[in-house]
């Protein structure tokens, strides 16, 4: 591993590279932050990907891709004069001390959950009027409902076992039963939504995070149906020319490998 020393000059480096092209390239010199944003996103998904196939040297080199952003997110800023990467630096900083009195204070925690519980308390005291605040409203469903939780959690606004939630998972899939029988759709989707909520909420008490656990079964499925197409083509086979119990037989080989 590199020493501190060479990973500042490392960081040094992409700083000067970053002014550089801001200066010399039309592509970069165009860019807004406005523009660059979608890119942003697609990078982040791109680590997370790389995160969930366990595959190191694509973490490592998506994480470069999103620190490129960073920079040149700050670099923008510098330019209107209104921040540059040592405020974004400094101010995480300062954060990080300022919402870690257990560490950097004289607060004491006994685990994980004391710690969550003040993180909360601290950022109400910093100005925030709700702790639902810090949840970004484009958030993909699964994860807004995720940090939804946690957050109200992180107060006390809970259940107290997991067996409490699961009646609860089981008392929203008869309400959704109800509706699908009386066929409204409007209160079909709503009572669906609830039964999703209340799955991520089991999630949580289960220790699983949901975001995860559905890619996984995507991947699953994925590798699974396309084994399927494979096999189909190997026999020459449209797949809307087969019959279910056909694609089955395949279905079940995919699910033994």
Sequence with gaps: MNSREEQLKAFDRLLTIMDELRE??????????????HLTIEETYELGDAILDKDLEEVR???????LHLVFYAKIGS??????????????????IARHPHIYGDV????????????????????????????????????????IQEKVAGVGFDWEKPEQ?????????????????????????????DVMFSMI??????????ENALERTNKKFITRFQYLEGKAKGQNKALKDMTLAEMDVFWN???LL
């Design 24 to 37: 010399q390239c039309p592509w970069d010199r165009k860019q807004t932050m406005e523009s660059l944003r």
């Design 79 to 96: 330019e209107t004069e209104d921040f540059d990467i040592a405020d974004v630096a400094n101010g995480i900083c300062d954060k990080l």
């Design 201 to 210: 909420n089991y999630a949580r008490f289960l220790d699983i995070n949901p």
């Design 108 to 147: 004491e925690v006994a685990d994980e959950e004391e710690v969550k519980k003040n993180w909360e308390n601290l950022k109400l005291k910093e100005g925030k009027t709700s702790v639902l605040e810090g949840v970004p409203r484009s958030l993909p469903a699964v994860v807004k409902a995720s940090r």
């Design 253 to 255: 080989e995919a699910k």
């Design 165 to 193: 939630v699961f009646e609860k998972l089981q008392e929203e899939l008869g309400e959704l039963q109800h509706e699908i029988n009386t066929d409204n759709k409007d209160k079909i989707e709503a009572e669906f939504g």
């Design 61 to 67: 080199k998506e994480l470069g891709d999103v620190l």
